[in-house]
């Protein structure tokens, strides 16, 4: 997402991650953070009670989209592989 004065903001969604990973940066003033957040709890609303989610909240409707899409895509794999 470019936002402002053509500053990015970069989401990375990897699949697959077990919620107990202990993420840690290795950057200085790159990357405020590594963050677990509820894909259904990420909203314009969420954003407007917590300011640092709004520019996230451009990108979910993007987002939930391409989870619904690859949850589609294994459903209809394991659906193959079990006939």
């Known amino acids: 997402v470019t936002y402002g004065k053509g ?11 077990p919620e107990d990973t202990a993420f840690q940066t290795h950057t200085r003033k790159e990357i405020s953070a590594i ?7 990420l909203s314009a609303e969420a954003a407007k009670k917590d300011k ?6 451009l990108v979910v409707p993007k987002i939930k ?15 193959a592989g079990a006939a």
């Open 7 to 17: 500053t990015t903001l970069r989401l990375f969604v990897v699949p697959g991650v």
């Open 35 to 41: 963050e677990w957040h509820d894909l259904g709890a």
């Open 52 to 57: 640092s989610l709004f520019l996230v909240s």
């Open 65 to 79: 989209g391409w989870v619904a899409k690859r949850r589609r895509r294994q459903r209809a794999q394991a659906a």
